[in-house]
């Protein structure tokens, strides 16, 4: 198998450790292991101070599949597979739901890799762009499919633009025919009350989950797929004996935690969100060359600069001022256009300086 340079993951291992300020990043301030592990139950307590490092149950310590499951409405315990983080159920997913001559859509832009390893497999991808104002375009998805389309594949909500299909235009999508996947690792997180839609598992298709984005914790590195498609699921599981096997037994029991007082974990997930959204508002209020359709759900939006070359603007201003930004070349997306992340605690510094840079740049005079 011969799989393409993952762009967006080469270009955070070239610049993450090496700034002072990720003003790109996707996830949620990480929580301290102290501010965890106050949350814990009784029960939860007891199995962290009495936990014994040795393998764990291939498709998940049960308690955690049945607070994975309690996130949907028609999901099960055993509908749950447990994984390390969000990269391994695409790889899984992909590997067993596609074969070699098979057709593929992806709604773009998107992460890579939730196309990419279909098309390493062998598959026929057709990237779908979302339609104006960033929504999801179903005509366009209509018109793309074939006899052979096998997965139509969505990040919602999305990176890097934060935007939310609407309930009718899922439902739609679902009703197209081939198995829908639906990206959901920032759900939990739409910014106004009652926007959210259904979950990809409670309309029959396959949804991807992570404690990475919206809970704040990427160091546990703990995901999942949720299907009730048993026949499926049972293929995906026997795919991960092959890849990690088991999760790790103290990342899981950490999930637990969290997940079991989630109203805690996302009530300061919103607060964070809430605070540093008008700092951004406000930037793009000054600086009229930059501007976006506002997100309406996650932790990033995609900014769009009028004149100058966004590439060099973000190298120089990571050179310069220790600020990360992610051009949208990364997701092989055309536009002048970067991504923010907006939900980490260093945000309106991180922000401040890249304001500095543009002033001292003469960004608006078409650098």
Request: charged share 25%.
């Amino acid at each position: 198998m011969r799989i393409a340079d993952f762009a967006l993951e080469r270009y955070f291992a070239k610049w993450e450790f090496a700034v002072e300020h990720v003003a790109c990043a996707s996830d949620v301030e990480g929580w301290s292991m102290a501010e965890l592990l106050a949350l814990a139950d009784a029960e939860t307590r007891s199995m962290w101070d009495g936990l014994r490092l040795g393998y764990a149950e291939s498709t998940g310590h049960p308690l955690l599949r049945a607070e994975i499951a309690s996130l949907y409405d028609g999901v099960a315990p055993d509908d749950v597979i447990v994984f390390a983080a969000a990269q391994e159920p695409i790889f899984a997913l992909a590997s067993v739901a596609v074969e070699p001559g098979d057709h593929v859509i992806a709604v773009v832009p998107s992460y890579q890799s939730l196309y990419e390893v279909a098309r390493s497999r062998g598959a026929e991808v057709t990237l779908v762009p979302m339609g104006e104002g960033w929504t999801l375009d179903v005509d366009a998805v209509r018109a793309a499919l074939k006899p052979n389309t096998k997965l139509i594949v969505l990040n919602a909500p999305n990176s890097p633009t934060g935007a939310l299909p609407s309930e009718a235009a899922l439902r739609e999508l679902f009703e197209l025919g081939p198995r829908v996947f639906v990206d959901e690792v920032y759900r939990g997180l739409e910014h106004e009350p009652g926007i959210g839609v259904p979950a990809g598992a409670d309309l029959g298709g396959v949804s991807l989950g992570v404690m990475s984005k919206t809970f704040g914790l990427p160091g546990i590195r703990i995901g999942w797929l949720a299907t009730r498609d048993t026949e499926l699921r049972e293929r995906i599981v026997e795919f991960k004996h092959y890849l990690t096997i088991c999760s790790a037994g103290p990342s899981e029991i950490l999930a637990t935690i969290a997940l079991r007082a989630r109203e805690t974990v996302l009530a300061r997930s919103r607060a964070i969100v809430e605070a540093n959204l008008p700092v951004v508002e406000d930037f793009l209020a000054r600086n009229e060359q930059f501007s976006w359709v506002p997100p309406r759900a996650g932790t990033i939006g995609l900014i769009e600069l009028n004149g100058g070359d966004i590439d060099t603007l973000a190298r120089e201003v990571a050179d310069t001022e220790g600020v990360m930004i992610l051009p949208a070349s990364v997701f092989d997306w055309p536009a002048n256009a970067f991504r923010i992340g907006y939900a980490r605690a260093g945000m309106p510094e991180a922000l401040e300086r890249f304001e500095r840079f543009v002033a001292r740049a003469d960004v608006n005079g078409g650098r």
